[in-house]
């Protein structure tokens, strides 16, 4: 199970650099582009890249954040409790994660495939075909779904097989100091 986590750990990683550097290349063109305004050279479109920027960045980097166990929760009750305790709670929060993400990805797909179906573009002057960044939008989404499943199932395991810490350290919380 811990050789699962650590996989998906780097491949989270590496996915939320590639988001980071997405938001930065939108950081970029949009400073270009306020820089060259004054000059006549604008590119026009750059709030709506950013804005398919953000929502790529998120949703792929919303996986990063549940494997680095960065998340946030309200742990009044949980500090409280033993390991058994904790353990609950985190199968609780992580199932919790995992249905909410798998609705979003679930529900998500309809609006793409109307989107592919009737050849939508953005009704901006760049007239981008909307399924380019919806696609990659709920791929980040799906991605993030597999990744709670496989941390759920995790949890599970632990669970069934009453390794109570094991839990904490698959899908528990991280402290600022850690």
Not at 8 to 13: A, F, I, P, S, V
Not at 59 to 88: C, E, F, K, N
Not at 119 to 144: D, H, Y
Not at 147 to 163: C, P, R
């Amino acid at each position: 199970m811990h050789s699962i986590l650590s996989l998906l750990r780097q491949t989270n990683e590496r996915l939320a650099v590639a988001a980071g550097g997405l938001l930065l290349l939108s950081v970029c063109v949009t400073l270009f582009d306020v820089v060259a305004r004054p000059l006549g050279m604008s590119l026009g479109g750059t709030d709506e890249l950013s804005g398919y920027a953000m929502a790529i960045a998120t949703g792929w980097g919303v996986s990063y954040a549940l494997t680095m166990q960065a998340h946030v929760r309200i742990d009044l009750l949980r500090a409280r409790g033993g390991p058994r305790v904790q353990g609950w709670f985190d199968i609780v929060a992580i199932l919790s994660v995992a249905a909410v993400s798998l609705t979003i990805a679930y529900r998500a797909w309809p609006v793409l495939g109307k989107t592919i179906k009737s050849g939508a573009t953005a009704n901006t002057t760049l007239e981008t075909p909307l399924w380019i960044p919806q696609s990659l939008w709920l791929v980040g989404w799906v991605w993030f779904a597999a990744s709670a499943v496989l941390l759920s199932l995790g949890a599970l395991w632990f669970l069934a097989t009453s390794q109570h810490s094991n839990i904490d350290n698959f899908v528990g919380l991280r402290g600022e100091d850690e």
